[in-house]
């Protein structure tokens, strides 16, 4: 099987085609090499790519900047998903999607699910919901897979950036009033592969939406798909488990304890961000007869592989 990956230079792409690899023949595409901004060269480039499944983990991410540079998020974000669709429905190849918790406004204060009725409060929610939009337009049996927090060896993340100021100063805080779930990249590359079933985009019916049809698998799923590690924490917490993951594993560190601060403190941010956006995972869990596991044992993973000892 032949997959094609789109923003292999970033966290989750990087992982990807790391991660693929052994098992498929797979070839990525970092922004230098196709730039999802380039709409010609995005056309003529896949076109003449033959693949079966094309991963787009590529998008505009920076929350604030999307509020300023609204064009370019659309253009990247929505635009250019519709184009990917597209260009796959036509080569009768699935689309997986990669999209975000932040299409969600987080006035929700139990788990979203895929049938919540999606309401952005930001240019960077819009524009990622408004890519959904465009790829599931163009096959509903393309997968749109939301995701949050995400994490990983290829690009440092939130706590990384935690982890390396625990080393560098005395004192580190961390936002105590927003909740979401950590997803860590390897566990989405685990997952992944269980839904590349191509016969699913070109066959008939919906397969996607009736997951008790006959000789139904995951493979089969269209439409929207949540993913993240289970349970749910404030980035606080999220961050004071990884100081403490960081001591087991023997790194050193000058700070251990993460202060609190609130949402109200971030005066430098431009964009809203949703206060409580944790995604159910019971639908995956329905499909794959697993749910993932628990975002404390994933990071306790990543930081016995990545940091021990360090």
């Not at 079966?52 to 974000?77: H, K, P, Q, S, Y």
């Not at 950036?161 to 989405?188: G, L, V």
């Not at 409580?276 to 596991?293: H, M, N, Q, W």
Request: with cysteine; glycine share 8%; net charge negative.
């Amino acid at each position: 099987m032949k997959i094609v990956i789109l923003g292999a230079g970033g966290r989750l792409g990087a992982a990807l085609v790391s991660e693929l690899g052994d098992e498929f023949d797979v070839t990525g595409f970092n922004r230098a090499q196709l730039d999802l901004s380039d709409l010609d060269k995005l056309r003529m480039k896949l076109r003449e790519t033959s693949f079966d499944v094309l991963i787009n983990a590529a998008a505009f991410t920076n929350v604030d900047l999307c509020e300023t540079e609204r064009d370019r998020a659309f253009l990247i974000n929505a635009e250019a998903p519709g184009v990917l669709a597209k260009i796959c429905a036509d080569k009768e190849a699935k689309l997986i999607h990669f999209s975000t918790d932040y299409v969600f406004d987080g006035n929700q204060r139990w788990p979203y699910t895929e049938e919540n009725e999606a309401n952005p409060i930001s240019i960077y929610g819009e524009s990622k919901l408004a890519g959904e939009n465009n790829v599931l337009a163009a096959d509903h049996r393309h997968l749109v897979v939301r995701v949050s927090w995400v994490f990983g060896p290829d690009r440092p993340s939130f706590i990384d950036a935690m982890i390396k100021r625990a080393q560098e100063t005395e004192k580190i805080d961390a936002i105590a009033d927003k909740f979401s779930a950590p997803t860590y990249t390897q566990d989405i590359a685990e997952m992944l592969p269980r839904f590349f079933n191509v016969g699913s985009v070109s066959g008939g019916g919906d397969p996607g939406k009736n997951p008790d049809a006959p000789g139904y698998s995951a493979g089969d799923c269209g439409g929207v798909l949540h993913f993240a590690n289970a349970g749910q924490c404030s980035w606080q917490e999220y961050a004071q488990w990884a100081l403490d993951c960081c001591e087991r594993a023997g790194v050193s560190l000058k700070a251990t304890e993460v202060g609190g601060l609130k949402l109200s403190d971030m005066k430098n941010w431009i964009a809203r961000r949703p206060v409580f956006s944790v995604l159910s995972t019971v639908k995956y869990a329905e499909l794959t007869g697993a749910p993932p596991r628990a975002w404390r044992e994933a990071v306790s993973d990543y930081i016995t592989r990545f940091y021990s000892k360090k």
